[in-house]
């Protein structure tokens, strides 16, 4: 019985043999070629990851906060790949800068870092570093950077959005402030242990004993406790305090002024209406003492019936 034309398929020990096209060996080898090429990008991608989580880690135990320059900023926190999130403190410490701010804000940062490196729940996910401005100036130039100190967030994924800049004029730069912001941006709480102060103490200790040594030595006499003037001096010293915002910086922590790092320019008043300088409320205790102080007058001037001339001064 002839064939008919060459068979597609043959029967060889009973089973049934398959043929491939010749075309497709080609196809196959350079898809595994592929897959192997992609599981060693992969492979050193997680090896270089690694490498700079370890790094990392080991500067984190000598020191909470390292400093950066240029080459270690483009390295690991701006190249990938990453996931860990960084926080970082734009600052110029040299004395030559003349920021009293940024040692302000250097010494509330050293105390959030270390709260986070000395806490129980201390992990590679979170770092803190500084670049200073003498130290890094082309990160700066590259941030379009023109103030300081500025603290930013750089996420494990992706640019840093308009959230992850620390609104210090605002807020202040509070180490308690701080970890706020970076629990809302990392779902990371830090709880801040600050150091023991002992000065509140020991100011509250000389007080008291100046105190019990003036009413001991009047013991005698103790009319001067029901002295009216007295007692009104010290509530308006009070009201001074708190009218001018004095509980406001205690607890937003804010700078004293600010220094314009370009021209040198000093501002005494914030240019936001939600937040103010330390200055502001020694320039509005100082104004709202003056006001007092002629309502006062003003008032001995009408009531009183000395001479003429000292009325009108008055």
């Not at 992969?42 to 080991?58: D, F, I, P, S, W």
């Not at 629990?183 to 990371?188: E, K, M, N, P, Y």
Request: net charge positive.
């Amino acid at each position: 019985m002839g064939a008919r034309g060459a068979p597609s398929r043959r029967r060889q020990g009973g089973r049934r043999l398959r043929y491939l096209p010749t075309g497709s060996f080609p196809f196959l080898l350079l898809l595994l070629l592929l897959c192997i090429q992609l599981g060693g990008g992969q492979k050193k991608k997680e090896n270089l990851l690694a490498e700079k989580v370890e790094q990392l880690m080991e500067w984190s135990s000598r020191r909470s906060i390292f400093r950066m320059n240029g080459d270690k900023f483009r390295k690991f926190i701006k190249a990938p790949p990453r996931n860990y999130s960084m926080i970082v403190m734009f600052t110029a410490l040299q004395p030559q800068r003349q920021c009293s701010v940024c040692r302000q804000a250097n010494e509330e940062y050293q105390i959030l870092a270390n709260s986070w490196r000395y806490s129980s729940a201390f992990c590679n996910k979170l770092f803190f570093s500084m670049v200073d401005y003498d130290e890094g100036t082309d990160v700066f130039q590259q941030l379009n950077m023109n103030s300081a100190p500025t603290f930013m967030h750089f996420p494990p994924k992706g640019r840093p959005k308009r959230a992850d800049t620390f609104d210090l004029q605002r807020i202040g730069f509070a180490a308690e402030q701080l970890a706020k912001w970076i629990a809302d941006r990392t779902d990371v709480h830090i709880r801040v242990f600050r150091p023991p102060n002992y000065s509140g103490t020991i100011a509250l200790a000389l007080l008291v004993s100046l105190v019990g040594g003036l009413l001991y030595l009047r013991r005698n006499n103790l009319e001067f406790i029901y002295n009216k003037t007295g007692w009104a001096m010290v509530s308006l010293c009070i009201v001074f305090a708190m009218t001018s915002g004095q509980m406001w910086n205690h607890i937003r922590g804010p700078p004293y002024a600010h220094k314009n790092p370009h021209n040198g320019q000093v501002s005494y008043i914030h240019g936001s209406s939600q937040a103010q300088f330390v200055a502001e409320s020694h320039i509005i205790l100082v104004l709202n003492a003056a006001i007092t102080m002629g309502m006062v007058l003003l008032n001995e001037a009408a009531t009183s019936k000395g001479d003429v001339g000292k009325r009108r001064t008055f």
